[in-house]
């Protein structure tokens, strides 16, 4: 049984490109959330997509957006790339959204570095 | 808002037990979750518990939760340097929301 799959695993970017990151979530999983998690620090939530829609996000500037297909695998895009965005980003997946104890499992993550 | 608290980093010998704390603020979280993380590699689930309950045991390791003080603490029996990660307390608020994170708790283990 597959986990979480996330690609690419390292990436290097300029400041003003964009980049896009993608997950493919645990097998029987529909629900996927994206964590920003910079050095040292916890992670941070930024959306979160089911049934191909984001249902929630966090405090996360508009340069950040996502889409979900319709296999429930997803991607992450960041436009306009400023060094701050450097940080380890995070794929979870879970089985449903609104369970009450539903658990997330977490992908190895993308290390995304702006230079 | 909400926010979770832990101590930065704790360090215990082989063999010992170790307790990771954790303090949060909101009273209506429901489910409080421990994640294991080591180096370079993403999160792994290790317990949770849901906040009607005291404590949950699972092989070696012990969850506690004081919902009164709002703590929760993680005890890992017989200590392994495999055990050696950063330990990040989480805490969901409600149905289908976001996991909110810690810090870490940087746990070292010498032989």
């Known amino acids: 049984d597959a986990g979480v799959t996330q690609s690419p695993t390292h990436l290097i970017k300029t400041r003003g490109q964009q980049v896009t990151l993608r997950c493919s979530p645990k097998s029987g999983h529909d629900t996927v959330s994206w964590y920003q998690q910079a050095l040292g620090q916890g992670p941070q939530f930024i959306f979160q997509?089911?049934?191909?829609?984001?249902?929630q996000r966090g405090n996360f500037p508009d340069r950040f957006s996502g889409h979900q297909f319709p296999n429930y695998s997803s991607e992450l895009n960041v436009n306009a790339l400023l060094l701050g965005d450097s940080a380890l980003y995070l794929c979870a997946s879970s089985s449903r959204q609104g369970a009450w104890g539903e658990t997330q499992y977490f992908g190895p993550g993308t290390r995304l570095l702006v230079l | 808002g909400e926010d979770v608290e832990q101590s930065l980093f704790l360090s215990v010998r082989e063999g010992d037990s170790s307790v990771i704390n954790c303090t949060y603020t909101?009273?209506?979280?429901?489910?409080l979750y421990w994640y294991k993380q080591e180096p370079g590699a993403g999160l792994q689930l290790l317990t949770y518990?849901?906040?009607?309950?005291d404590m949950k045991q699972d092989q070696r390791l012990t969850v506690l939760l004081n919902k009164k003080d709002k703590h929760l603490s993680l005890r890992i029996a017989d200590t392994q340097t495999g055990d050696s990660a950063i330990y990040f307390c989480?805490?969901?608020?409600?149905?289908?929301?976001?996991?909110?994170f810690g810090k870490g708790t940087t746990l070292s283990v010498s032989s």
């Open positions: 909101d009273s209506s979280s429901t489910y």
């Open positions: 518990i849901f906040s009607n309950m």
């Open positions: 997509y089911y049934e191909e829609e984001e249902r």
């Open positions: 989480a805490e969901k608020y409600q149905a289908g929301t976001a996991l909110i």
